[in-house]
């Protein structure tokens, strides 16, 4: 499922009346993009995020015939459902194995371990309660599955995090403004938004909220200097351990 708001992922889609700011803004900021999003958020990531995709999908080890929600997607947005759903029906071997449903990340309509796997990209600022979202995540998948997650994050070397601010602050507007309006506003939004969160949300407070949520043996591994963080661990069974890597 997709964490960040992407096309087969997602956060959650607003389907009620009510709307908070932060919900509101992030459907007025992916309504434009679900045509390129692929391929420019390669390239605001230097060509990282593809790569740190596949981390994250290798971290779950899914078995041939095991339903992982993320392939089941959900989004809130409906311009970026329907933009997979263009995909879809552009591979008709992939249409036959995904499924896209519109649904809200803290109440989705899944039943208990109605899941084997988990995935979720770009979620967490996204959502007003992180933790309880995490606990909506954990709700579907059955004891012993594998949940994981692809977040923004900031490197941890003063140097390297300095020269992600001026990435952030300078070049992330301006490589987003080649391709249109809405990707320059989608590069000032992030150039706040990840310090914001990171800020706010340290990976130790994010690893409480993953075993709050009944997640055992989190594994951390930043990426790309820490520019990005994959995570993943296993639907409580009995026991706990907590592993950092380095890439």
């Known amino acids: 499922m997709k964490a960040r708001l992407d096309h087969t992922n997602g956060a959650s889609a607003l389907t009620s009346a009510v709307a908070t700011a932060r919900k509101r803004e992030a459907l007025e900021l992916f309504a434009p993009l679900p045509r390129y999003y692929d391929r420019v958020a390669a390239v605001l990531s230097f060509g ?4 740190w995709r596949r981390a994250m999908v290798g971290a779950v080890g899914a078995k041939p015939g095991e339903r992982v929600l993320d392939v089941v997607g959900l989004d809130q947005s409906p311009q970026m459902l329907a933009g997979a759903r263009l995909r879809l029906e552009q591979d008709r071997g992939l249409e036959e194995h995904v499924t896209l449903v519109s649904g809200e990340a803290e109440r989705m309509p899944f039943a208990h371990g109605e899941f084997d796997h988990l995935t ?21 998948v059955r004891p012993g599955g594998r949940v994981a997650s692809l977040e923004f994050a900031m490197p941890g070397a003063s140097l390297w995090r300095a020269l992600w601010r001026a990435y952030a602050r300078v070049g992330l507007p301006a490589l987003g403004r080649l391709v249109s309006r809405e990707w320059a506003e989608m590069g000032r939004f992030l150039a706040w938004s990840i310090p914001d969160f990171c800020e706010r949300h340290p990976i130790g407070q994010i ?8 997640i055992g043996d989190v594994e951390v591994k930043p990426m790309s200097l820490g520019a990005g963080l994959v995570m993943w661990g ?14």
């Open 48 to 51: 990282q995020d593809p790569r």
């Open 120 to 140: 979720f990209t770009y979620l967490l600022c996204y959502v007003d309660d992180p933790p309880s979202a995490m606990r909506e995540l954990a709700r579907v």
């Open 207 to 214: 690893i409480e909220m993953w075993r709050g949520a009944g």
């Open 234 to 247: 296993t639907k409580y069974d009995g026991s706990w351990r907590f592993h950092r890597e380095s890439s």
